[in-house]
């Protein structure tokens, strides 16, 4: 870097001679700012650059200027430059506060020296920002950045440069340092007492690994790239040498240590802020260094017992002021952590006592276990939570490390806590008599990640002697490790099965026993979906979850003769359609529903019969009815009626890919006369709520079309990507299960694999070929991947036999392995 800049400074200086003819201008002066006033210069960095030019006009001056710029053009210099006088930058100075933070990170270049000099002593005798302001100004433009990566350093892809704990929070300190003590650096932070020396090493050290890492990334990239991208990490991780270890790939070593210097970093940088802030607050008096003044060192903190610490710690959670700790507390805290173990807590009946007090309010719980985490406590008191600290998983599902996204998961619970409007949330709320298990349950739900096999089980392994060493009550025990193992069990069963059928409910309410453990599951199931990731969370899964919770509590309060008898709830719906139609429509609909099986009146609401039945007694066309309309809850619902033939699912889902729709849901009915009956419900790739009509309109064309035969329906094929980085995802596994226990009269067939253009329709054209048909489908997109559950049947419309389900699954490999995805992309 600093060799860069230094050949970087030999160009500029003789480009400036030659766009003056090889001769020295007094008129104007070259000065490097911004990071490369740092003397620091990373590969696809900007070189920033004031020109500094005497008042009054001057059209041989502009000339050369001019001349300059040019030639840095023509030798592809990505420069960011200025002109501007004193009096402009002083102006400047006063009204943009990253101008006047540029000023302090100047180096003289060429040209001029008595310009640049009296820059400097302006900027000295006025300076644009009293130290109060500009200190309370970076502060609060610190926190807008730190917004930005919703106040997380922990993303999967964090920003090395802006991104919470990365170089910019280093290079706010220099500033501050710069603007108190007239150096742009760390060292006079330390001199005057505003740092420990064990901080000032570690933040040299921090630096020195986020320069290298940027250094590589820049150069991997091939541009000014400060995301660390997934598609980069394993060759950087080589390329820094870091190597498995431990059952921990080289990149996960890579990522630990990155996020462990994000955290030192902010760790760091809050403590000597603060002590800045108190140094401003006292009128600027300079302490001097423990080597310099003449006070004593302070003495190492001292380790109180821990129930002490806990309660001071639950105290500050209990404020309700944020989730930081003093200054001195934090640095205090973090210097004594290693002298706790996990014995500490659970041998001690008055530290369990408090530790467990500051749980049962989820909103203080939060801030109390965000507190412990930033101190690194909670790692020493739980030690399988320091399994999970800055670990990774590799998938754009998930975009926290697991540490961050069960942080997430415990403010997901303490939002729950607040909501008002939600009458599922209230009646569950209700029913939770003990919120700390709750908050345990979410602690512990996903705290045997990266250990290999089924986390639940292991999780819950866990769970269970935290319980017994906790001496939690027997009961309490028992929810906790029965949350953990069955945390995937609600949000796996709404997105994935059919919610109309009574079996599923069943199935649900026998796995709940009773509403108390449906209410503590239904919290924890949306406070971690919730918090996996904000971008695939919406109203169409919130619908789904509501919906299973609403049915399996009221199975739990009526018993099986709420599931047992269909007949009721058939009649109520047909009734309730009939009596708002119109004599002439009731007939026609009769004679549709006297075709239709059982299964298809329990799969749609009474409202969305009767948009049906509209819009089927509305068409007097020949073919194919195509209709689309807003769906109430999210998307677009599309109405296909019509003749049914092979293929026909092929070509509906070839149609939609072409038009980059996903698929939300999929119901597939056949009447007894031969007639298909299937509705869409789809979102596009912008996940808008619905598509505008001229949208629409080609889309209900472009079906009746491919329906009709006018056109081909063959799909493109290969890899969506809405994104670069999803390639590093195109060697996700293929993986096929096959369900013939959980329903009474279909086969599940569940599709996990990289979500392709296509795959839907090979999906289709395999059991076709089969002779196998689809009753129903539900499709989940999750980042770079699908989860696809179809309800099938084989040619005798019953369950697949044995040898079916091992001719399917070998069929599926072949069509959908990675080997024809490369063939067709």
């Not at 400047?92 to 100047?106: G, Q, V, Y």
């Not at 109390?368 to 790692?379: A, I, V």
Request: glycine fraction near 8%; hydrophobic fraction near 40%; aromatic fraction near 8%.
């Amino acid at each position: 870097m600093r060799q860069r800049a230094r050949l970087h400074d030999g160009i500029l200086r003789q480009l400036w001679r030659d766009a003056n003819d090889g001769r020295q201008r007094h008129d104007a002066s070259l000065i490097a700012v911004g990071g490369y006033g740092r003397g620091r210069l990373f590969p696809g960095s900007d070189l920033d650059l004031l020109v500094l030019v005497e008042d009054g006009d001057d059209p041989q001056r502009d000339a050369f200027v001019s001349r300059f710029f040019t030639l840095l053009w023509d030798r592809g210099c990505p420069v960011g430059h200025s002109v501007r006088t004193v009096a402009q930058c002083l102006a400047e100075a006063r009204a943009d506060l990253s101008i006047a933070t540029t000023l302090h990170e100047m180096r003289f270049l060429a040209g001029s020296r008595g310009l640049y000099r009296a820059l400097q002593a302006d900027l000295r005798a006025q300076p644009p920002w009293d130290p109060t302001s500009f200190y309370a100004a970076k502060i609060a433009e610190q926190d807008q950045r730190h917004r930005r990566f919703s106040d997380t350093a922990y993303h999967l892809e964090p920003n090395i440069k802006d991104g919470p704990g990365g170089l910019r929070d280093i290079h706010q300190l220099q500033w501050l340092a710069a603007r108190l003590f007239g150096q742009a650096s760390l060292a006079p932070l330390y001199r005057h007492g505003l740092m420990r020396r064990a901080e000032y090493r570690q933040l040299l050290r921090a630096r020195l690994f986020l320069e290298t890492l940027r250094e590589h990334l820049h150069q991997r990239a091939g541009r000014g790239e400060d995301r660390l991208r997934l598609e980069y990490q394993e060759a950087l991780a080589e390329g820094l040498g870091f190597r498995g270890h431990g059952g921990r790939s080289a990149v996960e070593r890579m990522m630990q240590r990155l996020y462990q210097v994000f955290a030192d970093v902010l760790r760091v940088s809050a403590i000597v802020q603060e002590s800045i802030g108190q140094f401003l607050s006292e009128g600027g008096h300079l302490r001097g260094s423990s080597e310099t003044r003449n006070e004593p060192v302070p003495p190492e903190p001292v380790a109180v017992p821990l129930v002490q610490l806990l309660t001071r710690l639950a105290q500050v959670a209990a404020q309700g002021d944020g989730d930081a700790l003093e200054g001195s507390l934090w640095r205090d805290v973090h210097a004594i952590r290693r002298r706790y173990h996990a014995r500490d807590l659970t041998g001690n009946a008055e530290a369990r006592a408090v530790f467990l007090e500051a749980l049962r309010n989820p909103t203080q719980a939060t801030r109390f276990l965000t507190l412990l985490h930033q101190t690194r406590l909670l790692g020493r008191l739980l030690p399988p939570y320091r399994a999970i600290t800055g670990l990774i998983q590799h998938d754009l599902f998930h975009v926290y490390t697991v540490d961050q996204h069960t942080l997430f998961v415990l403010g997901e619970l303490a939002r729950l806590w607040q909501e008002a409007d939600d009458p599922q949330i209230r009646k569950a709320r209700l029913a939770v008599r003990h919120p700390e298990i709750l908050v345990l349950a979410a602690l512990f739900h996903d705290i045997a990640k990266g250990q290999g096999g089924d986390h639940s089980s292991k999780g819950a392994g866990l769970a269970q002697r935290f319980a017994h060493a906790m001496q939690l009550e027997p009961d309490a025990g028992a929810l906790l490790v029965w949350l953990v193992h069955n945390h995937l069990l609600l949000s796996t069963v709404s997105q994935r099965r059919d919610l109309e059928d009574p079996q599923v409910i069943r199935n649900v309410a026998e796995r709940m026993g009773d509403q108390r453990h449906l209410a503590y599951l239904f919290l924890l199931t949306i406070a971690d979906m919730r918090a996996t990731n904000p971008e695939l969370w919406n109203d169409w899964k919130a619908s789904l979850l509501h919906k299973l919770f609403d049915a399996s509590w009221a199975a739990l309060e009526g018993g099986d003769a709420v599931l047992a008898d269909h007949g009721p709830v058939i009649r109520a719906r047909q009734e309730a359609v009939l009596a708002k139609l119109e004599p002439a429509a009731r007939e026609q609909i009769l004679e549709l529903w006297q075709e239709m099986r059982p299964s298809y009146f329990l799969r749609y609401r009474a409202d969305e019969l009767l948009w049906q039945a509209h819009e089927i007694h509305a068409y007097h066309g020949r073919g194919y009815l195509v209709r689309l309309r807003e769906h109430p809850v999210e998307g677009s619902e599309i109405l296909i009626y019509g003749p049914d033939k092979a293929g026909l699912f092929e070509e509906i889902t070839a149609t939609l890919d072409r038009h980059s729709l996903n698929i939300l849901d999929a119901r597939i009915d056949t009447s007894h006369d031969g007639r298909a009956l299937d509705t869409f419900v789809v979102l596009d790739e912008s996940h808008s709520y619905a598509r505008p009509a001229a949208a629409q309109e080609i889309l209900r064309r472009d079906l009746r079309a491919v329906l009709h035969g006018e056109v081909p329906r063959k799909p493109h094929f290969g890899m969506r990507h809405r994104d670069l980085r999803h390639r590093y995802f195109a060697d996700l596994p293929l993986e096929i299960f096959v369900d013939n226990h959980t329903l009474a009269e279909d086969t599940l067939l569940e599709i996990r694999a990289p979500d392709r253009l296509g795959l839907l329709y090979r999906v289709g054209g395999t059991l076709r070929t089969l002779g196998f048909t689809i009753f129903g489908a539900k499709v989940s997109t999750f980042g770079e991947s699908v989860e696809d559950t179809f309800f099938i049947r084989n040619a005798q419309n019953r369950k697949l036999r044995d040898n079916e389900i091992a001719a399917l699954t070998a069929a599926l490999q072949d069509a959908l392995s990675s080997d024809h995805a490369a063939e067709d992309h």
